[in-house]
C-alpha cells in the first residue's frame, strides 16, 4: 500500500513563509515526477509546480520567484518552500506522484490527503 503524506500547513501572515513536506511510503519500486497542486474555495484544482525524477522543475506564472520545489530521493520526498505568501495563496495544498510500487509495476498517479494553508493577517 502507497501513501503520501504532506504536513506543513498552516496559518502565515502576508509576506511570511512556510514549508511543505510529501513523504511517500510503502512498497514502492521507483519514483517519477513529483508536484503540489493546491485548490481555493469554488476554484478548480491548479497545478503550482512539479519536479521530475532528475530534478527539472516547472513553475506556475503565478508562483515563480516565490516558490521553490524540490526533493530527496532517498527519502521518497518532496518539498514546497513557499515565500513571500500572498492571501491568494490560500488553498489546500495536495501532493501527487507518479510512481510504481512493487504490488503493481505499472506507473500510477497517487495523490495526499491535502494539508491547509491560510495566508492573513
Known amino acids: 500500500q502507497v501513501q503520501l503524506v504532506e504536513s506543513g500547513g498552516g496559518l502565515v501572515q502576508p509576506g511570511g513563509s512556510l514549508r511543505l513536506s510529501c513523504a511517500a511510503s510503502g512498497s514502492i519500486f521507483s519514483i517519477g515526477a513529483m508536484g503540489w497542486y493546491r485548490q481555493a474555495p469554488g476554484k478548480q484544482r491548479e497545478l503550482v509546480a512539479f519536479?521530475?525524477?532528475?530534478?527539472?522543475?516547472n513553475y506556475a506564472d503565478s508562483v515563480k520567484g516565490r516558490f521553490t520545489i524540490s526533493r530527496d530521493n532517498k527519502k521518497n520526498t518532496a518539498y514546497l518552500q513557499m515565500n513571500s505568501l500572498k492571501p491568494e495563496d490560500t488553498a489546500v495544498y495536495y501532493c501527487n506522484a507518479d510512481l510504481q510500487s512493487h504490488s503493481d509495476y505499472r506507473l500510477m498517479s497517487y495523490w495526499g490527503q491535502g494539508t491547509q494553508v491560510t495566508v492573513s493577517s
Open positions: 519536479i521530475t525524477s532528475g530534478g527539472s522543475t
